[in-house]
Nanobody, 112 residues
């Protein structure tokens, strides 16, 4: 399985971005696996941001609740992270994972 994150970029504080994680390769069972979005801010460790679980379970961590939402399209093997009211502290490289498979990440930069 290969994962590709896309959609990152630079926005001003208060702006919005949608980033996508698309799986390729062995995707016939994509719907059977949870997909996680994580981020790593400069000089910090990687942290979980949101999870698109199995059977429609969608959740985001408390620090982004009310600003970020996660969705998945199993037919397209894609999980999107919708980010609104972005803050400078949201800056970082965003990665998606399926089990032990990780994509290369996409950079999100929020300027104040």
């Amino acid at each position: 399985v290969q994962l590709q994150a896309s959609g990152g970029g630079m926005v001003h504080a208060g702006g919005s971005l949608k980033i996508s994680c698309t799986a390729s390769g062995y995707t016939s069972k994509f719907s059977a696996y949870a997909i996680g979005w994580h981020r790593q801010a400069p000089g910090k460790g990687r942290e979980l941001v949101a999870v698109a679980g199995v059977g429609g379970a969608l959740d985001v961590v408390a620090s982004v609740k009310g600003r970020f939402t996660i969705s998945r399209d199993n037919a397209k093997s894609t999980v999107d992270l919708h980010m609104t009211n972005l803050k400078p502290e949201d800056t970082g490289v965003y990665y998606c994972n399926l089990l032990t498979f990780w994509g290369p990440g996409t950079l999100v930069t929020v300027s104040s």
